[in-house]
């Protein structure tokens, strides 16, 4: 497709258990981001790629989350042990390159994670 | 990144334009302005950016004051599926997207 995908759009799991969400970006796109939203809430960055370093990680909550890319192309972000806290919509969004101040961010429809 | 202030909501008539306003008067030069939408239940949705001058695409247009403190987005023909809230934002390489409250968006049949 030309947009970008996030797979599952929805999970619901039980706490404790390990979560896994993937995102296929634009094709040709260098950058990526993960973010997260809460209900009601802003976006909230947790980290991003250019290819397939992740130079900022500042935005994880935890040592529970984790993310990794490969090819340059898919993502995904792994939480570990999950809490009722990380229930969240996690969004996904890609740029053709890293700067902001002319490539805009392009987003997926995101997975709506539930704890129960 | 300068702080934006848009208008908390507004309706629009189905076919008509609608205008949304937003002021960012302690914008730097280089600072882009953008330009989201948010649908229920949707990922943010790109719209339209710009720097100076005034811009088109299929989506909508954008016209920036030339002083750069304020801007419009330009919706020519809003429809149903135009309902959303819109966020404006100022930013220069800042890659930690982050939006206001924006302006919800209802347009009415």
């Known amino acids: 497709g030309a947009g970008v995908s996030q797979s599952p759009s929805n999970k619901v799991t039980e706490k404790g258990k390990d979560v896994e969400l993937r995102c296929d970006p634009i094709?040709?796109?260098?950058?990526l981001y993960w973010y997260r939203q809460s209900l009601g809430q802003g976006l909230e960055f947790l980290i991003y790629?250019?290819?397939?370093?992740?130079?900022?990680k500042s935005g994880l909550p935890s040592d529970r989350f984790s993310a990794e890319r490969t090819g340059g192309s898919v993502s995904t972000l792994t939480i570990q042990r999950t809490q009722q806290e990380d229930s969240a919509v996690y969004l996904c969004?890609?740029?053709?390159?890293?700067?902001?101040?002319?490539?805009?961010?392009?987003f997926g429809d995101g997975t709506r994670l539930s704890i129960l | 990144d300068a702080k934006t202030t848009q208008p908390t909501s507004m309706d629009c008539a189905e076919g008509r334009a609608a205008n949304l306003p937003c002021n960012h008067s302690?914008?730097?030069?280089?600072?882009?302005v953008y330009w989201y939408r948010q649908i229920h239940s949707q990922g943010p949705q790109y719209i339209i950016h710009?720097?100076?001058n005034n811009e088109t695409n299929e989506m909508a247009s954008l016209i920036i004051t030339e002083d750069r403190k304020s801007s419009t987005l330009i919706l020519p023909h809003a429809t149903l599926r135009d309902t959303a809230v819109y966020y404006c934002?100022?930013?220069?390489?800042?890659?930690?997207?982050?939006f206001g409250a924006g302006t919800t968006v209802t347009v009415r049949a």
């Open positions: 302690t914008i730097s030069g280089n600072e882009y």
């Open positions: 934002i100022a930013t220069y390489n800042d890659y930690k997207l982050s």
């Open positions: 790629f250019q290819g397939n370093s992740a130079p900022d």
């Open positions: 969004a890609s740029s053709l390159e890293l700067v902001m101040s002319n490539q805009p961010q392009h």
């Open positions: 094709s040709g796109h260098t950058a």
């Open positions: 710009g720097l100076k």
